[in-house]
Every structure is written in structure tokens, then in C-alpha cells.
């Protein structure tokens, strides 16, 4: 069951399957699912901005609702500095992969 979280006025949710809830990772700049996907559309600097805070905020599960693997490996350079407490977990994951063949 979804859960859902009030956050300065703003309910934060889990269920990520509609356009216009408001994804529990995005609690310092609350937007809907459709717009974040709206801006990952968007110029490439926001675009590295926002997968950047999924890859650094959203449970692993949730980050493939907005990317893929591939993308996140074609990308890493960029994505890299901006994943914090969570860098180490994606190169590990990252490297995993490539053992596995997973990913190039």
C-alpha cells in the first residue's frame, strides 16, 4: 500500500503511477510525477539535475520509473558529483553490473 507523507503543506507519496502525485524524493522541491518527467525532457543541465536527485533520493526500485541503467552508465560522468551519501551504492551497483554483463 502507497504511503503518503505530509512535508511542509505538501503530500509526499510512494505511488508513483499517477501524474499528479508528488514523489516522496522530491521533498525539498515538491513537483508532480508529470513534471518531473516534463523536466527530465527539458535542457540537459536540468535534466542531470533531476536524475541526479532520483539517483540520490528514490529507493533503487523507484530510479528505473524515470531512467534506465543504460542511461544512468552513458551518463555516470555527469550523474557522479551530484549523488552524495549515495555514490558508493551506484558504483557498486554500476560495477556489478558490468561483471555480470549487464551493462557496458
Same mark, same amino acid.
Given at each position: 500500500?502507497?504511503?503518503?507523507?505530509?512535508?511542509?503543506?505538501?503530500?509526499?507519496?510512494?505511488?508513483?503511477?499517477?501524474?499528479?502525485? +508528488?514523489?516522496?524524493?522530491?521533498?525539498?522541491?515538491? +513537483?508532480?510525477?508529470?513534471?518531473?518527467?516534463?523536466?527530465?525532457?527539458?535542457?540537459?543541465?536540468?535534466?542531470?539535475?533531476?536524475?541526479?536527485? +532520483?539517483?540520490?533520493?528514490?529507493?533503487?526500485?523507484? #530510479?528505473?520509473?524515470?531512467?534506465?541503467?543504460?542511461? #544512468?552508465v552513458?551518463?555516470?560522468?555527469?550523474?557522479?558529483?551530484?549523488l552524495?551519501?549515495?555514490?558508493?551504492?551506484?558504483?557498486?551497483?554500476?560495477?556489478?553490473?558490468?561483471?555480470?554483463?549487464? #551493462?557496458?
Open positions: 500500500m502507497p504511503e503518503t507523507h505530509t512535508q511542509r503543506g505538501v503530500n509526499l507519496t510512494t505511488d508513483l503511477s499517477r501524474d499528479d502525485a +508528488i514523489p516522496y524524493f522530491l521533498w525539498d522541491q515538491p +513537483i508532480t510525477v508529470a513534471e518531473l518527467r516534463r523536466r527530465l525532457g527539458g535542457p540537459p543541465e536540468e535534466r542531470y539535475r533531476y536524475l541526479g536527485a +532520483i539517483l540520490r533520493e528514490a529507493r533503487e526500485p523507484d #530510479v528505473w520509473r524515470f531512467t534506465t541503467p543504460g542511461e #544512468v552513458r551518463e555516470w560522468n555527469r550523474l557522479e558529483p551530484q552524495g551519501r549515495r555514490r558508493e551504492f551506484w558504483r557498486f551497483l554500476l560495477a556489478k553490473w558490468r561483471e555480470l554483463g549487464l #551493462v557496458e
